[in-house]
């Protein structure tokens, strides 16, 4: 019943841009919150950026004054603007979903992931 699907990955040299697009479907009670995780090869999944529904953003260190969360609600779409992309940038980057299910259980939900990788 839920769906996660995200586009935008692929390949692009180092200070260039990516937007990626992630569409949240499915009948659920809410959402509270979507982010972007990514996990290079040999390396542990990290969080890249975060957004509430009401608008709280969290980034790591490494992508600040480089990467734009944004929302929109009324879509259940998260997207994640990419600029200055650097080689360490390339990985896997993964959308998830945290949302409330009718009873206010709380649910988590993956993409299947969608490949950046910054080369020249």
């Known amino acids: 019943q839920v769906q996660l699907v995200e586009s935008g990955g692929g390949l692009v040299q180092p200070g260039g841009s990516l937007r990626l697009s992630c569409a949240f479907s499915g009948s659920i009670f809410s959402i509270y919150a979507m982010g972007w995780y990514r996990q290079a090869p040999g390396k542990q999944r990290e969080l890249v950026a975060a957004i509430t529904s009401g608008g709280s953003t969290n980034y790591a260190e490494s992508v600040k004054g480089r990467f734009t969360i944004s929302r929109d609600n009324d879509k259940n779409t998260v997207y994640l603007q990419m600029s200055s992309l650097k080689p360490e940038d390339t990985a896997v980057y993964y959308c998830?979903?945290?949302?409330?299910?009718?009873?206010?259980?709380?649910?988590?939900?993956w993409g299947q992931g969608t490949q950046v990788t910054v080369s020249s």
């Open positions: 998830n979903a945290r949302y409330l299910g009718v009873t206010g259980k709380k649910y988590e939900y």
